[in-house]
């Protein structure tokens, strides 16, 4: 994320003041690490630092970083220029599964507080467009899981940036890997996916269908994670030529890069960028 700024501040010119806006913050772990790798640097002066989450603000956050308690998908931030990451944000958005009927007609699932499931009404007119668009089903009681509200959330986040770069990281799928992903955890336990307010519910975004949701003057490019931390790979030098505490720091960090860029593993999620002014 420090490389992706730098090279966002580059190509915006350097201005005064460049937001950088992580979309469900979590702790804010992210921006904090990010801001003490720049203390004493010219852009640390430059950058307008802020979370947005629904918890509240993480009582040692430095004070250097902005927080907002708020719904994301309801209240994106204001005109902004610079960086705006959502990690593993737009699988928490909520998405409606359909089921199609003995009839052939496509019906929204209703579950109630313990996980009992009925079918209720029949698709609106944008989730029958959706579906014929992304995830068609063709048999009785095949379901898909419905991702518009995700489109929705990545357009109107793309929308509030005026020059600079938006990015998703995420568990996803394109239309050639479509399957059914909802989960529920609970202190990162795999549970029945009930809403009874005790639990993460979660389900892959599709991909493919946010991306041709980006506004039309973004340019948009979709990657997965093992390509896009290609360049921070590193190598390991030369055990004769570097002490003992260098070579082992750095076997650490390629162990680490090959951690993340496993293709079973975190490699396998998707980047999605979008590219504006």
Known sequence: MLALLADVDLRLGSPSIIDVI??????????????????????????????????????????????????????????????????????????????????????????????????????????????????????????????????????????GVAAGTIIAVDYGHVRSERRLTLRAYRDGELLDAIPDGLRNLTAHVAIDSCAAASPPRATVTVTRQADALAPLAGALPDPAAVSAGDYAAALSYVMECRYVRAAKGLGGHYWLRADVG
């Open 22 to 159: 992580d979309i469900g913050a979590g702790d804010g772990a992210l921006l904090r690490s990010m801001e003490s790798a720049l203390q004493g640097t010219r852009l640390c002066g430059r950058v307008r630092w802020t979370g947005v989450d629904v918890r509240p603000r993480p009582q040692d956050l430095p004070a250097a970083i902005d927080w907002h308690v708020r719904d994301a998908t309801a209240h994106l931030p204001d005109t902004v220029t610079g960086l705006v990451m959502a990690h593993e944000w737009l699988d928490e958005v909520p998405v409606d599964v359909i089921e199609r009927d003995a009839r052939g007609v496509d019906r929204v699932v209703l579950v109630d507080d313990f996980g009992g499931q009925a079918l209720g009404p029949e698709v609106a007119d944008d989730q029958r467009a959706w579906l014929a668009a992304w995830w068609p089903l063709a048999d009785v009681g095949e379901r898909a899981e419905i991702g518009l509200a995700r489109d929705r959330a990545w357009s109107r986040l793309c929308a």
